[in-house]
């Protein structure tokens, strides 16, 4: 009786990913050009939420300094952009090796060392607020002064070089989601996938079992950190600026991990639902404040803050595995 229930539910959600994809591929269509810019903003979180959700919910190791490689892949193709007219792909395959090597050093002087954790956690900021200072420092970039992109108005839209309208950004991050969710549903099935989630669960277990977990955790680490270095490119090339602090800031960390922990961490669908939820609601409070004429600054971060305490209270697990039970559907791996 189980095989059919699980066929069933597998069926289910392939059907409900291509609706979902199917509506997504024609919202340019219906919504004006606000809801097209949160609608890109929100695709934007559940992108870098799914490549965060790499390291912390499949192999259990915590990052509260992710906007490293953020803004490392920003600079990297904003700066070749900029200085040699380098195009922002290229850029991109730039700053791909940079922010997995970044990754990999963080990586390797915490597990080699035995930090693990919250001072794993603490480390991952602690690189952060370096790279903040030090790039608020740097000529190079223009240091806080920011770096700004040239921008040029195009008869059409110019996907190779990123220059164009929001309807071109929003399929470019579509389809950068559709690839990172098909990425991590690979990763998850996969061996490296079921170390990860060994290491997870119980890392002496796991040791014990024979896996090796310093290598496999520098996996996670490395590829995480590889994936997230898109959603820099992206920033630098949709904003068209930079500035230190908005993209290396520990606001910036927090925004990205808390989409997947409303929506469920250690899920496939769970960092995409989590970005959509949050986004939506945070837009709809700034909306109402500013319709009603109020000045409330910090409203979003404690409105993020009380989202936050009401799902850890209600819905510990996130709020896609209840959901996916009462859909009917594959809740995924939890």
């Known amino acids: 009786m189980m095989v059919p229930r699980v066929a069933g539910a597998g069926r289910r959600s392939v059907l409900l990913l291509g609706a979902l994809l199917a509506a997504f591929v024609a919202a340019p269509f219906f919504v004006n050009d606000y809801l097209l810019t949160v609608l890109i903003l929100s695709l934007y979180f559940a992108y870098i939420g799914q490549a965060w959700n790499i390291m912390m919910g499949f192999a259990g190791q915590l990052s509260l300094g992710h906007a490293i490689y953020i803004g490392l892949a920003a600079y990297v193709a904003a700066t070749l952009f900029t200085r040699l007219g380098i195009d922002p792909w290229i850029g991109f395959a730039a700053a791909i090796p940079v922010a997995a090597a970044c990754g990999a050093v963080i990586g390797f002087l915490a597990f080699r060392f035995g930090v693990a954790g919250v001072y794993f956690a603490i480390l991952t900021i602690a690189f952060a607020e370096f790279a903040r200072i030090g790039f608020d420092n740097w000529n190079l970039v223009n240091a806080s002064s920011g770096l700004f992109l040239p921008v040029t108005q195009y008869a059409h839209n110019d996907v190779w070089r990123l220059r164009g309208d929001p309807t ?167």
């Open 168 to 334: 071109m950004f929003y399929y470019v991050i579509l389809a950068a989601t559709a690839v990172a969710f098909v990425l991590c549903h690979l990763l998850l099935r996969s061996r490296i996938g079921y170390c990860w989630l060994a290491i997870r669960e119980d890392e002496e277990a796991a040791r014990a079992a024979g896996i090796d977990t310093f290598r496999y955790k520098m996996y996670a680490v490395t590829i995480s950190a590889a994936v997230t270095s898109f959603a820099g490119v992206f920033y630098a090339f949709f904003y068209n600026n930079l500035f230190p602090e908005q993209v290396f800031g520990i606001s910036r960390s927090i925004e990205i991990i808390l989409g997947p922990i409303i929506g469920g961490v250690g899920t496939l669908f769970g960092p995409i639902l989590g970005a959509f939820v949050l986004t939506g609601l945070a837009e709809t409070l700034n909306f109402v404040i500013s319709a009603s004429g109020l000045d409330l600054p910090g409203a979003t971060q404690v409105f993020y803050g009380v989202c936050l305490l009401v799902v850890m209270a209600a819905l510990p697990d996130g709020v896609w595995p209840p959901l996916a039970r009462r859909l009917g559907v594959s809740g995924d791996v939890k």
